[in-house]
């Protein structure tokens, strides 16, 4: 009865393990297109049927039609070693041969044809695409790479920025912070900002377009009511950011990043600037590990498909590994695999200050210089830089301010490292770090004692001839001399 083998053979796909990206997930669908084709002996359009059905969806990320019919055209062609029908049940055909009247069709099946209509130039079927994974999901790859000067010519200039400073086009961007920090808040901000073409923070400039925010934590309600608070904080009137910023509140309907292939698909390339998704750990297909290094890569080789095809860049709100952050290094915080930092192309994390109320946004970038740390106080509902603050100056394990750290005015930073003779700016605040200031405090004591005219300023400024400082007035005409 061809209704119980069929039924039988979906449960029996049903209990084989997913293909996994970076882990043999080639050979694991040819076996289960193996199993159904020869196996079960399924008509190859119905086999096909199957394992877009009952399997497919749970692999990461999933095939595409046209790969999952190569996988079902090389299970029918190929030799293999189990005899023709093994898995069938006692009444079936046990002779172990394919039927003469299988050959190149398979009822009305015509495998060529099917190929040809999902990629008009495919080879014809039976010809083996490849043994492995890599040569099937690696296509533009081949053996004469371009030279130096031809990759040069090719790309003369990088990707059009779309946060100045941090992201690009094309490019993928991690928000790392505590649990209820506040990082929604501020990407609510950043996504604003984009929105409307405004500086985000002051700080960073912005490239105008349409935001989309997938949100798989909020309520639609609570969204409808955030928005309008951070726009109103930052005098963004409605009638700017109500039609550029879109919100999909799936809070109840979850789907993992590979389940959304069809719903980015649908998406018009050049649509959006940024896609936000909040949370990243709930992107995540079930069952999976974030501390998987090839499952995490995985993740973030599906991202970066969407990014390139979409034209946009991504954002991943994410939250940090466990235990105190000020003494990590910007790449180290956040939790999971050691890929989730070194896939994105921007890695921007948030940690506390020893000062209640204010956080450190540091950031490092693939794309761009290094670049300065950025103190932010929380002044609901947005963040705002915190003019002042020592960037350096994490919460300690232990929490609350440095004590032991020294204490200057501009005035007694001149007393304690200035001579009389002349000494350049980096051996002045190098003389301060090892006293025990950080080297952003004594910069910033540096150039306020610099313009208050506390010390002498000598040289050019130029290569030959760099600023100095020493003791004595300013006001006799020394400022400037050589």
């Not at 929380?378 to 100056?393: I, R």
Request: hydrophobic share 35%; with cysteine.
């Amino acid at each position: 009865d061809d209704a119980a083998v069929v039924d039988r053979a979906v449960k029996y796909l049903e209990r084989l393990d997913p293909a996994i990206s970076g882990a043999g997930g080639h050979n694991q669908t040819l076996w289960a297109a193996r199993c159904l084709v020869r196996g079960f002996g399924l008509d190859p359009g119905v086999a096909l049927e199957l394992l877009e059905r009952h399997y497919n969806p749970r692999c990461q990320p999933p095939w595409s039609s046209k790969e999952l019919l190569h996988k079902v055209s090389e299970a029918y062609h190929k030799p293999f070693g189990k005899p023709y029908g093994w898995l069938r049940d006692a009444g079936g055909d046990r002779s172990g041969k394919q039927p003469e009247n299988n050959r190149q069709t398979s009822g009305n099946v015509d495998l060529s044809g099917l190929l040809r209509s999902l990629d008009p130039q495919a080879p014809p079927a039976g010809r083996n695409g490849g043994e492995d994974e890599d040569a099937e999901k690696g296509a533009g790859l081949g053996p004469d790479p371009p030279s130096a000067a031809e990759l040069v010519a090719r790309h003369p200039r990088l990707r059009r920025p779309i946060i100045n400073g941090l992201l690009r086009e094309g490019e993928t961007m991690n928000v790392i912070a505590a649990p209820k920090v506040g990082k929604s808040w501020l990407t609510l901000d950043l996504a604003l900002s984009v929105a409307v073409g405004r500086p985000w923070l002051g700080v960073y400039g912005t490239r105008k377009g349409d935001v989309l925010i997938l949100d798989n934590e909020l309520h639609p309600e609570t969204s409808a009511w955030r928005v309008p608070q951070v726009a109103q904080a930052r005098g963004v009137p409605p009638e700017e950011y109500g039609r550029s910023v879109f919100i999909e509140n799936l809070r109840g309907r979850l789907v993992d990043v590979f389940g959304m292939a069809p719903y980015f698909e649908a998406i018009e390339p050049g649509r959006y600037k940024i896609i936000v998704l909040d949370a990243f750990y709930r992107f995540m297909a079930h069952g999976m590990d974030e501390n998987d290094n090839a499952g995490m890569a995985a993740v973030y080789n599906q991202i970066d498909r969407y990014a390139e095809r979409l034209g946009c860049a991504f954002v991943l709100i994410h939250h940090t590994s466990k235990g105190v952050q000020g003494n990590k290094s910007v790449t180290d915080v956040g939790a999971g695999a050691g890929a989730q930092s070194r896939a994105a192309d921007a890695h921007l994390v948030l940690r506390p200050h020893e000062e209640d109320g204010v956080i450190v946004l540091d950031a490092a970038a693939r794309s761009w210089p290094p670049i300065d740390p950025v103190c932010l106080r929380w002044d609901f509902p947005v963040w705002t830089p915190a003019e002042g603050l020592d960037p350096t100056a994490l919460k300690s394990e232990k929490g609350g301010k440095r004590d032991n750290k020294p204490q200057h005015t501009p005035t007694s930073f001149v007393e304690a490292f200035v001579r009389t003779e002349p000494a350049t700016r980096s051996t002045i605040i190098e003389r301060a770090v090892k006293a025990g200031l950080s080297q952003w405090r004594a910069d910033q004591l540096l150039r306020t004692a610099d313009s208050d005219g506390l010390m002498v300023r000598e040289g050019s400024g130029g290569r030959n001839k760099p600023y100095t400082y020493r003791l004595g007035d300013p006001s006799k005409g020394e400022e400037g001399t050589s």
